[in-house]
């Protein structure tokens, strides 16, 4: 997976923390712990200097039955009946697209949710590649980096 920053310089928001050029975000390692049933994902942030990369620092986003929640949008009002919500995962589900509703959030899913937004990981495949829209939506939405969530800096490649 690479998400790459919407603008070649980016400069993080305390000032040591300085400017990076090219920054690029890779998926590093991703892993079931079976015992505590929680997933974790790794990522790299890397500059990318003359096709070399860079490590900045690494981001980790660990999804369990801890900080599960259920994510929630505001269905559109045809018929005037008032704003009706309804879990994000459901409407997806049903219409394979998040285009028409306002997202309230985006929250984490369950470990087996969150195991069917992804392929790859494996020996023969090990980068790991969202399986829909809604696992990139939900991806940029949901990690930080430089305390905000990447979708203001980065997009999917």
Do not use: C
């Not at 879990?87 to 309230?104: A, K, R, S, T, W």
């Amino acid at each position: 997976m690479k998400i790459i920053s919407k603008n070649s310089v980016y400069k993080k928001s305390t000032i040591t923390d300085g400017v990076y050029l090219n920054l690029e975000i890779h998926d590093i390692n991703t892993y079931y712990n079976r015992f505590n049933n929680s997933l974790v994902l790794l990522f790299g942030v890397f500059q990318n200097i003359d096709d070399e990369l860079i490590k900045v620092e690494n981001i980790e986003l660990i999804i369990n039955e801890e900080n599960q929640r259920t994510g929630y949008v505001v269905l559109p009002d045809t018929e005037n009946t008032g704003d009706t919500n309804m879990p994000i995962e459901e409407y997806f589900l049903e219409h394979g697209n998040l285009d028409d509703v306002i997202i309230l959030d985006y929250g984490v899913p369950s470990v087996e949710l969150a195991k069917t937004f992804f392929n790859g990981g494996t020996f023969e495949n090990p980068e790991i590649q969202p399986s829909n829209e809604l696992a990139k939506i939900w991806l940029l939405n949901t990690v930080n980096f430089d305390g905000k969530p990447i979708v203001e800096n980065f997009n999917f490649e």
